[in-house]
């Protein structure tokens, strides 16, 4: 069978793959590609502190050394590209879809991205009146995808709750897990820039799958391999964490020590 082949889409697309390929030489295209996605995620999640930023910063300066100033500069104008593409249009997996045009797939253990247009049907079948509904009784929900490879279904309901006139950004908590590192990093910048509240676990789903204080997973446990968005700490997510907190508190107490007589 012969296999298929993806050719960028527009300009952006284009312009990105001709500064990736102009640092080619020193490092193979797929060594780019991983510090490019590395050193983009870093640069976001660091931004708003956290935790592990010290780790991160570890990691990004492990990266960056190999590269001159010039070529850090190129590496910064393909996010900017990445971004102003997104601003333009946030309805697609810009980075699974460059991904695949580079041809990196092979080198990435065999494995591809779900085609963006079906992600978006599938979107679309999964979203209706129950959750606006569910919207209106609570004031949000949570959607996780397990194996979010670089984010396109997610991004796609994302989308999908946006033409259904729901405000995905303080209405919908996302929350994403996959076992592969770069992929992890993909879906991270990319929920990141399209502002979805929530977080990138990266880590085997089957084995260590995403654990959270409540049900919803509104609070993650604590761990290097969580990614929080910078949607995450915005006032509204800031205001429930607190009053789940508080129902987490009530409810050990109750534990403890019984409910009381009415």
Known sequence: MAKAVYYPKGERQKTIIKLLNSLEGRYSRWDIWQDFIVLSAVSIANAFGGPYREQ????????????????LEVLAQ??????????????QDMLGELFMALGLANEWKGQFFTPYDICRAMAAMNLGEDLKSQIEEKGWVSVSDPACGAGALLLAFANECKRNHINYQTSVFFVAQDIDFLAGCMCYIQMSLLGCPGYVVIDDSILHPAQSYNEDGLIPKNSPNVWLTPMYF?????????????DLITQTKERTHGKPDM
């Open 234 to 246: 915005r006032d509204v997510w800031h205001w429930r964490r607190i009053f789940a907190q508080l």
């Open 78 to 91: 393909m996010l900017a590209e990445v971004v102003d593409e997104m601003e333009q249009n946030p309805d």
């Open 56 to 71: 991160r910063e570890a990691m990004y300066l492990e990266r960056s050394k190999k590269y001159s100033t010039s070529e």
